[in-house]
């Protein structure tokens, strides 16, 4: 029989000791085709086998109400007469973690009017606006301004139940008369001795500490405390002032005597056994802890545990029946102190039965029981030869205490202690069982998990192409899985724990989903993992990842070419930058990207179709102009490097699909051309000209905070190129040579970015990248005044279209820009267009431990 009140899934076996294998199976790229309208953020997907697996039939399998098995697979229809045999359906989203109702935060400050852009439908009677920004999402701001996302939807209906429609550089409306405030509460952290482990040097005379958890970084510990980032590196030495040494998992000092402290709310005492620091009045003899973050209330911790309020009060008494005094960053009990924990049972096994009877059986994760159960069995029937689930269902008073932790290696067989014999429509008479008892298990660090991944060379750069649906919809939560599948996390520069090939070529992710806005494709985010450091850069795009984008949607099903089509334009919006890219891409006979082709570039052995990408109006893409500083070219001052003379450069600072910071390579001090570019002290004196730059422009309001983002500006160093060699697909010679730099490294070609930048500063007179142009066309000295050049190069830029040659390191090269003069002399880069290659490389599970 099925108990309705479900509290575990348990996995079966005859007489075979299971094989661990990933946590989850999830489907891969390849069932895209017999899925169904699915939400963006769906996690797993289950198969209907029969006619007779309806809606209830999902929702008593995974524990989900019916309503939610309709509103996530809104295909079934509202009688759910729509499930077809062999389709796949959504069963969780958001990988299971609930999204939190009410959060505490700040009161938006009111305006008076509705400003622009707004989108379609906002709510009349809004009180205050927030213009979205890079790295903004709807979980975001509801956590910043208190409200619920089923209001943030109400007022806003453009973005959409999934936030498909949220987008950049608009304002939304974050406040009505008599919106909440918030519920959560800030509490103290006390410690009273050095905890473990810390890092070197740190000060004596620490009060406080911090654990670094996912998420955090120098910039976020200083927000939250109330002290300054030159405090906190004074305090922790070994963080470094970019933040480069900042590593999760260790403590760091974030209070001296004096010092601001989060909140003015007594400490409590907390419990001997329980973990510091405690929420008063929790039962100290509770089994298991949770401790507080950012977003969660009461009710999202109960959903996350399947406990009742009433349980959670009676043993956080002190939370108080509306939640109130939830401290952020305290442990709470989740879990009843009466449940004794019994060996974990393996669940979710995935099981072949053959003709003969013999069965094969792999276990997808483990679960733990608690004492007290009244156990009901069932087995999933199967046709002869087919793989099906097969799962022990327990049920206790409507609570869930179940667990998901990692595969277990060394299984042993056990009996089933305190349990009925299970009554099987297949018989079978042995579990398979995993040790050490479940409050062991619940202090592993880790939890390994499954993560649907596509790995492709993108133009000159490889990383992880991901669908939107497959990560937590909060773009905060990506940054610790993204750490763990690039095998970035402990500040390793080698990756050996990942995918990343440590390199910031290597160390990539493109994140795709099919957009809701108009005349676009998909939308794309770009996000650079650190190699050697905790950090992951949502700032800027890149152009080679972005190259991708077309071909990966392409196999994935996002887009759909027409009957006997052979080329296929895919309009992409990138959200970093909030602009818009078309991509022309090669379609093969089985309306999949076609790979093969006889189209080179630089930096890549051997030849592949060619990609074409246009930069649609790409200026001011993180600044709003192509050029920041309202200067063409200008000198930067630079005498704040340790060691090294105060010197000064040529630049023209230029945002046009990334900002970059273009030198001239004339002007550079002697170090640079003498012992190497990619040199410690070279790069020393790189990032020192960049941090200035990224002040002057408007990304950074000080040369410290500079350091922590090192992806935006980039820089690069410009010169008239080495050898006049002619283009053989173009016929033309080399306009200019380029050095380039990214994440404090030289890399080895150009970014594609990069090449979008530099040819829009080539065309546009009176520029660094012009006018050394220009000095190679006439053979000119370094520092030959603009406007003695400014003749032949008018001719060339009033022209409608224009062929730029950039040489570097691997080779070069071509772009085609698209401009106009307006009538007040001011030029509009309308679009830049590149060429790329691109190869799909695997397909599968990334594992990964978070």
């Known amino acids: 029989m099925r108990n309705s009140r479900l509290l575990l899934l348990a996995g079966l076996a005859a007489s075979i000791v299971a094989e661990p294998i990933p946590l989850r199976a999830r489907q891969t790229a390849a069932a895209v085709v017999r899925r169904q309208d699915v939400p963006d953020d769906c996690t797993l997907l289950d198969t209907a086998d ?74 009349d009677t809004c009180t205050s606006y927030h213009k979205a920004v890079s790295g903004d999402d709807c979980s975001k701001l509801t956590a910043k301004f208190g409200f619920t996302l089923a209001d943030f939807i109400k007022w806003n209906p453009a973005v959409d139940e999934t936030c498909a429609g949220f987008w950049l550089g608009y304002y939304y409306c974050v406040a009505t008369p008599g919106s909440p405030t918030g519920t959560v509460t800030a509490g103290p952290e006390p410690t009273s001795t050095v905890p473990s482990p810390v890092q070197e040097g740190i000060i004596d005379t620490c009060t406080t500490y911090h654990k670094a958890a996912s998420g955090d970084d120098c910039s976020k510990l200083t927000a939250r405390f109330g002290f300054t980032l030159a405090d906190f590196i004074k305090w922790n030495p070994a963080v470094d002032e970019n933040c480069a040494g900042f590593w999760l998992g260790y403590y760091y000092c974030i209070g001296t005597p004096g010092t601001p402290t989060e909140s003015t709310v007594p400490t409590p005492t907390g419990c001997a056994n329980a973990p510091n620091p405690t929420q008063p009045g929790a039962i100290c003899a509770c089994k298991r802890w949770h401790k507080v973050a950012s977003g969660n209330n009461c009710e999202t911790i109960q959903k996350q545990y399947s406990i009742t309020a009433a349980q ?11 939640c109130a005094t939830l401290w952020l960053g ?12 019994l060996p974990a049972f393996c669940f979710g096994h995935v099981e072949t039965v053959k003709l003969s009877g013999e069965r094969k059986s792999s276990c997808l994760g483990i679960g733990v029981l608690s004492d007290g159960l009244e156990y009901t069995f069932k087995k999933r029937p199967r046709k002869e030869g087919s793989s099906f689930t097969s799962w022990i269902l327990g049920g206790i008073d409507g609570a869930n205490y179940g667990r998901e932790v990692g595969p277990q290696t060394s299984p042993q067989i056990l009996a089933t202690p305190n349990s009925p014999s299970p009554d099987l429509s297949i018989p079978i ?19 390994r998990h499954v993560l649907p991944s596509v790995m492709m060379r993108s133009g000159t750069s490889k990383g992880l192409f991901l669908h939107r649906r497959d990560l937590p919809q909060a773009e905060s939560e990506w940054s610790n ?83 006997r089509q052979t080329e296929i334009e895919v309009s992409i919006f990138n959200t970093n930058t909030s602009r818009k890219i078309v991509e022309t891409v090669q379609v093969g006979s089985d309306g999949k990207f076609r790979e093969d082709g006889n189209y080179r570039i630089g930096g890549v052995q051997g030849t592949a179709s060619r990609i074409k990408v246009a930069f649609v109006g790409p200026a001011g893409s993180m600044t709003s102009k192509l050029f920041p500083t309202s200067h063409r070219q200008e000198e930067i001052h630079v005498s704040s490097i340790p060691g090294m003379e105060p010197f000064t450069v040529n630049a023209s600072m230029v945002d046009a699909a990334n900002p970059f ?59 008239p190129p080495q050898f006049q060699r002619e283009n053989v697909e173009h016929g033309k010679v080399q306009d200019i040579y380029v050095t380039s730099y990214s994440m404090g490294k030289k890399h080895p070609s150009f970014q594609l970015t990069g090449a979008v930048c530099l040819s829009a500063a080539v065309s546009v007179p009176g520029t660094i990248a012009s006018d050394i142009c220009q000095r190679r066309f ?69 594992l990964i431990n978070i």
Not at 430 to 447: C, G, H, K, L, N
Not at 526 to 535: A, Y
Request: aromatic share 6%; charged share 20%.
């Open 661 to 719: 910071v273009f030198v001239d390579a004339s002007s550079m001090p002697q170090p640079w051309h003498s012992i190497g570019h990619n040199d410690p002290a070279t790069l020393k004196l790189i990032e020192g000209i960049r941090r200035i730059a990224a002040v002057k422009m408007g990304l950074a309001t000080d040369e410290i905070s500079a350091g922590l983002v090192q992806g935006t500006p980039k820089i690069a160093i410009l010169s």
């Open 312 to 322: 959670f009060q009676k043993w956080n008494p002190e939370v108080g029946s509306t």
């Open 50 to 123: 029969s006619k007779d697996e309806d809606c209830e039939y999902f929702s008593n399998l995974w524990g989900i109400t019916v309503a939610d098995f309709i509103a996530w697979n809104p295909s079934v229809g509202a009688d759910c007469s729509g499930i077809t045999v062999g389709g796949e359906y959504c069963v969780e989203r958001n990988w299971g973690i609930p999204v939190p109702t009410t959060t505490g935060g700040g009161v938006p400050e009111p305006t008076n009017t509705v400003p622009s852009p707004v989108q379609e439908g906002i709510i």
């Open 778 to 846: 006439y053979n000119s000295p370094p520092g030959t005044p603009p406007e003695m050049l400014m003749e032949e190069q008018d001719l060339k830029v009033g022209t409608k279209e224009k062929q730029v040659i950039i040489a570097h390191g691997s080779g070069e090269i071509s772009a085609d820009v698209k401009m106009r003069e307006e009538s007040d002399g001011k030029v509009v880069v309308e679009s830049v267009s590149v060429s790329r290659t691109a190869r799909r490389l695997f397909e599968g599970n990334v």
């Open 481 to 563: 899985i993204l750490l763990s599948a690039m095998g970035s996390r402990d500040g390793d520069q080698r990756q050996l724990d990942g995918v990343g090939g440590a390199t910031s070529t290597t160390s990539k992710a493109a994140v795709i989903s099919k957009s809701t806005r108009p005349g676009i494709d998909v939308d794309y985010t770009f996000i650079q993992i650190g190699v050697g450091s905790n950090k992951v850069d949502f700032s800027g795009n890149c152009g080679n990842m972005c190259s991708g984008v077309g071909p990966f949607a392409l196999d994935e099903g996002l887009v759909i070419p027409g009957p």
């Open 330 to 341: 305290y442990n709470a009990e989740p879990r009843s102190t009466a449940v004794e924990a």
């Open 429 to 447: 008479s042995i579990f398979d069982m995993f040790p050490p008892p479940a409050v062991q298990m619940e202090q592993r660090a880790s939890t």
